[in-house]
């Protein structure tokens, strides 16, 4: 999924996993930002950020992905969306 952030003026490829993330989703999810950088990024734009997605132990773990490196936010819903 490609989202973009109107406030951010940045690109966001979204990835959705049913499991832990591992190095290939981060691998994979570097490849759509460097894509998305070559073919629809703009000068005027900021830096894309890569978001996944991942199921783990009954919550949501969000990964934010840039140059800089992968930052976690862990959301706890209180019923769990069955996927």
């Known amino acids: 999924m490609l989202l973009f952030n109107t406030n951010l003026n940045c690109y966001i490829p979204v990835e959705l996993k049913l499991n832990k993330t591992n190095y290939k989703d981060i691998s994979q999810i570097k490849l759509y930002m460097s ?3 070559k073919t629809l990024k703009k000068k005027h734009h900021n830096k894309t950020i890569g978001l996944i997605i991942s199921k783990e132990n009954d919550k949501f ?4 992905v840039n140059d800089e490196g992968i930052y976690l ?4 819903l209180n019923e769990l969306i069955k996927i």
């Open 35 to 37: 894509l998305v950088d």
């Open 61 to 64: 773990i969000l990964q934010y």
């Open 73 to 76: 936010i862990t959301y706890e």
